[in-house]
């Protein structure tokens, strides 16, 4: 028999079990429900009334929040009313609602007064109505959003020791739910990543460090704009955190990026402002290092990846000298052979359908409707190869009989895809004007922005530092939305950082969930008794009591006992 934890909907349930083997599977044979924490709290306390607020990943998350001042230097770029909460308070709550239990404006106040924000800031809750919000939002202008990042970012390095030798940059987008009427220049339809090309959608581009993914620039921008463009666009907000950065630290920085932001005016640009850069390269405009015999890769480096093999030549690329290192990775060389067959019988399945549809037309043709003709027929084979024309992978024929009807037969030509996989799967050409750097130091530097591209993963995560859904629909509030949520990353990943210094092995979501595990449980006076109320906080487990000691939680509860 055991206790069982079950979440449902944001809120925490228990249960006691007993579990047995069937089958070989381990499965619950008996349940009874204990309830919500608070309420097996006041059975405990024999019907004397409590209440438990969320405690831990608050107070932690608030204690990075103190070590920046955040709150501090958002008043200080956007100085409060003459009454009324300070700008800082409800942008800071709303990153920390974003980390631990995204909500609308209209609901916040409510989750804030459950929680030990409300003793501890000593705020009511009816101060954090959505109309308070939105006049909060609407202060904070496009100037005043990029002071506050810089301050933050200033502060997060020289606190906390960021290392910011090499960043990363990368962009993905955010689906909406915005009605098509509605006047918006940010949300607008495009490619989105989460294939909902249906929705309207805002693009996102971060700077990151390739540690821990602390963003150190942001940058919002419309739906439509394709990555390469944005790119040019960010440059100059980019230089400045990069001077800004090698002033603090002062050490050079390494900017990585993939192709989809390269071009010939972007890396024009780039060095002209004086970066040191690591890419990747389009390998179909490279296809004489592709076309390397594999005799020629040695292993990169054993004892960190067994079986990546690379080649290095130096060359000129966008008219910089520099040094090309092209990767080969059986695991990405079996994820994309995978993919291709995936995509080959999708192919044969849409194939075979519409040669049944020709073999109808032929047997029995139709009075009315539209005859089958080569260009329709090849009309369907583009949009069963995505787009794409279907050659030179596929040969195919339309033939016609007397009767002007139509046959179709392919055939996979298995000289030229063996080609294809032989020149292009597995590899990956990187670019740095490193000179001096051996491959190893090369991969590291790009695979580095894996980090990145995990933030955004958790940026998508529906339960915590989550995105989404964004309930505003002018530019103005959409760009603080996308400012806080960012500002939520940022604290999230220090938390995540901070915890694993102290010993922590899990992810950011383990993290948050053992961290809001720790409540604050507040026993209530009996009826008619006056008394003041005490607080104390559950009792912690083994992987709690090493984080509850770093961060300082205890000091944190004392404030609000006082």
Not at 31 to 42: H, M, N, S, T, V
Not at 274 to 290: C, E, I, N, R
Not at 356 to 370: E, I, K, S
Not at 457 to 481: E, G, Y
Request: with cysteine; net charge positive.
């Amino acid at each position: 028999m055991r206790l069982m934890k079950k979440k449902i909907k944001g809120h925490t349930y228990w249960y006691l079990v007993e579990s047995a083997r069937i089958n070989g599977q381990p499965r619950i044979t008996w349940q009874l429900y204990l309830g919500k924490p608070e309420d097996i709290a006041a059975r405990w306390q024999g019907g004397r009334p409590v209440v438990v607020a969320e405690f831990g990943a608050l107070a932690a998350l608030w204690s990075i929040a103190e070590r920046l001042d955040l709150v501090g230097m958002i008043d200080r770029v956007v100085p409060k009313r003459a009454q009324g909460v300070s700008i800082g308070y409800y942008l800071v709550l709303a990153a920390l609602n974003r980390v631990v239990a995204p909500r609308s404006k209209a609901q916040i106040g409510a989750w804030y007064d459950k929680t030990w924000l409300r003793r501890a800031w000593g705020i009511p809750a009816t101060a954090f109505t959505s109309h308070a919000f939105w006049r909060a939002m609407e202060a904070v202008d496009a100037d005043a959003l990029a002071a506050i990042e810089d301050a933050v970012a200033a502060a997060a390095v020289t606190r906390f020791g960021i290392p910011v030798s090499t960043l990363a940059y990368d962009a993905t987008n955010f689906f909406t739910y915005m009605a098509t009427p509605t006047p918006s220049a940010l949300a607008r339809r495009g490619h989105n990543k989460q294939k909902r090309n249906d929705l309207r959608q805002v693009n996102l581009a971060l700077l990151a460090t390739v540690t821990d993914h602390v963003p150190l620039v942001h940058t919002p921008y419309p739906g439509d704009v394709p990555d390469p463009t944005a790119f040019g666009q960010a440059l100059d907000r980019l230089d400045q955190r990069y001077h800004q950065l090698t002033a603090l630290t002062g050490d050079p920085i390494t900017m990585v990026f993939d192709k989809g932001n390269v071009s010939q005016a972007n890396m024009t640009a780039v060095w002209a402002r004086g970066w040191s850069v690591v890419s990747t390269l389009v390998p179909s405009h490279h296809k004489d290092l592709l076309a390397v015999p594999r005799t020629a890769y040695t292993p990169a480096d054993a004892a960190r990846w067994s079986d990546l093999l690379a080649y290095t030549e130096d060359r000129t690329v966008y008219g910089r000298s520099g040094r090309v290192v092209v990767t080969y990775n059986p695991a990405l060389w079996e994820g994309q052979m995978r993919g291709f067959r995936h995509q080959q019988l999708q192919m044969e399945t849409g194939i075979r359908t519409l040669q049944a549809r020709l073999a109808r037309w032929r047997a029995d043709p139709p009075r009315g409707g539209r005859r089958p003709t080569p260009a329709s027929v090849a009309a369907v084979l583009r949009r069963l190869a995505r787009g794409r024309e279907p050659g030179p992978f596929l040969q195919w024929t339309c033939t016609l009989d007397d009767a002007d009807a139509l046959t179709l037969t392919t055939q996979w030509d298995a000289a030229a895809v063996a080609a294809h996989q032989e020149a292009y799967f597995g590899k990956t050409l990187l670019f740095t004007d490193h000179t001096d750097w051996d491959p190893a130091a090369i991969i590291a530097a790009y695979r580095g922005q894996g980090s990145l591209e995990n933030g955004f993963r958790q940026m998508k995560d529906p339960h915590f530092v989550t995105f989404a859904p964004m309930f505003h629909w002018t530019d103005q509030k959409i760009r603080v939305h996308a400012a806080y949520c960012v500002l939520a990353l940022l604290l999230a990943s220090l938390l995540h950082r901070e915890a694993r210094a102290a010993g922590f092995p899990g992810g950011l979501d383990a993290l948050v969930e053992t961290l809001a595990d720790l409540k604050l449980v507040v026993d209530l006076p009996a009826a008619g008794r006056r008394e003041r109320p005490t607080l104390r906080v559950t009792e912690r487990t083994p992987a709690q009591m090493p984080l509850f000691e770093h961060f300082g939680l205890a000091a944190y509860h004392a404030a609000v006992t006082r």
